[in-house]
């Protein structure tokens, strides 16, 4: 029973977002994601060729996760 009462909990969060909150959250979201990717695939190691093609995979999905966040907050300081 605690659990349910913790998942309404954090639907009655969620459901208070409003629209104009959302873009800010979403860019939290992007930044927290690759700031823990990047340091789970330890970023600063630059020149190193990734051995397996599932860190390639993973240092690829971190540039991705890097440039949506960058033209993220660029667009969100248009605004």
């Given at each position: 029973?605690?659990?349910?009462?913790?998942?309404?909990?954090?639907?009655?969060?969620?459901?208070?977002?409003?629209?104009?909150?959302?873009?800010?959250?979403?860019?939290?979201?992007?930044?927290?994601?690759?700031?823990?990717?990047?340091?789970?695939?330890?970023?600063?190691?630059?020149?190193?060729?990734?051995?397996?093609?599932?860190?390639?995979?993973c240092h690829e999905i971190l540039?991705?996760?890097?440039r949506a966040y960058s033209e993220?907050?660029?667009?969100?300081?248009?605004?």
């Amino acid at each position: 029973m605690a659990r349910w009462g913790l998942m309404q909990t954090e639907i009655k969060e969620f459901a208070m977002t409003t629209p104009r909150e959302l873009p800010d959250i979403s860019i939290a979201q992007l930044w927290t994601l690759t700031r823990f990717l990047g340091e789970q695939l330890g970023e600063g190691r630059e020149g190193a060729e990734p051995a397996t093609a599932e860190t390639r995979a993973c240092h690829e999905i971190l540039r991705s996760l890097s440039r949506a966040y960058s033209e993220a907050s660029s667009t969100k300081a248009l605004k």
